[in-house]
């Protein structure tokens, strides 16, 4: 038995959507598209980044931080990428990645964004991103 019913996880318009939107924020993120990235998050104090190295609660805290980040380019190279949807409003990605800095040497990490349909539309609430740790 489940918590749900059959036909409300993984709605495929809603996997295909949240990829769709997924792959807009990969490129803006390696890219440094500023613009972008802030119109994929939610604007609200609610909103919580946990990046590489910094906790951002509300969504002035996000773009503040990406304003401010040195403009960058990033390579990235995906894997185990997922999309799962509860019913027609909210979905998880997780995703690995390897790459990094241009220039720089590669790192493997981790990310995880929540997405909640609004009425602005489709918009990233919540995301978490951290490093594996370096073999030695």
Request: with cysteine.
């Amino acid at each position: 038995m489940t918590d749900q019913n059959d036909a409300e996880l993984n709605n495929a318009q809603v996997v295909a959507t949240i990829t769709q939107l997924y792959q807009q924020y990969e490129a803006a993120l390696c890219d440094n598209d500023v613009a972008t990235m802030d119109t994929l998050f939610w604007e609200s104090p609610h909103v919580v980044r946990f990046g590489l190295m910094e906790n951002l609660y509300g969504s002035e805290a996000v773009k503040l931080y990406r304003q401010s980040r040195p403009g960058f380019k990033l390579k990235r190279t995906l894997s185990n990428f997922t999309v799962t949807a509860f019913g027609t409003d909210t979905a998880i990605v997780t995703v690995e990645f390897f790459g990094g800095i241009i220039d720089r040497p590669p790192r493997t990490g981790r990310l995880t964004q929540v997405w909640r349909q609004l009425p602005a539309g489709w918009k990233i609430v919540s995301a978490h991103v951290s490093w594996l740790p370096q073999a030695f």
